[in-house]
Nanobody, 127 residues
Framework: VQLVESGGGVVQAGDSLRLSCTVFGIDIYRLIVGWFRQAPGKEREFLAADKLRDGGARYVDSNRFSISRDNAKNVVSLQMDSLKPEDTAVYYC???????????????????????WGRGTQVTVPS
């Protein structure tokens, strides 16, 4: 299984950006997919995850982030709006099998909940 992020780049404050996570080797309907980011000198932080126990998604900021899926292309995307300089970071997608244990655990905000990770894509918002 391989996860590959794309769509990062340099954008201006206030712009929007759509990141994609292409999944190889497993159908995304079998997965809980999370998005994280890590800024220089900071810990990796949770942003969003979907296909949770109720089939829905959770966000740290639902006003600016949203997840969508393209099952035909096996891609999970993160739409980010109103970007700020503090959004500058490497963005990662991660995945865990959507098992009953995973759904009940509720640990989707934790790094160790996921056992599949991409290599990340850089997003830079100059101040």
């Amino acid at each position: 299984v391989q996860l590959v992020e794309s769509g990062g780049g340099v954008v201006q404050a206030g712009d929007s950006l759509r990141l994609s996570c292409t999944v190889f080797g497993i159908d995304i309907y079998r997965l809980i997919v999370g998005w994280f980011r890590q800024a220089p000198g900071k810990e990796r932080e949770f942003l969003a995850a979907d296909k949770l126990r109720d089939g829905g998604a959770r966000y740290v900021d639902s006003n600016r982030f949203s997840i969508s899926r393209d099952n035909a292309k096996n891609v999970v995307s993160l739409q980010m709006d109103s970007l700020k300089p503090e959004d500058t970071a490497v963005y990662y997608c991660a995945a865990a099998l959507r098992t009953s244990d995973a759904l009940v655990s509720g640990g989707y905000q934790n790094n160790n909940f996921y056992d599949m990770w991409g290599r990340g894509t850089q997003v830079t918002v100059p101040s």
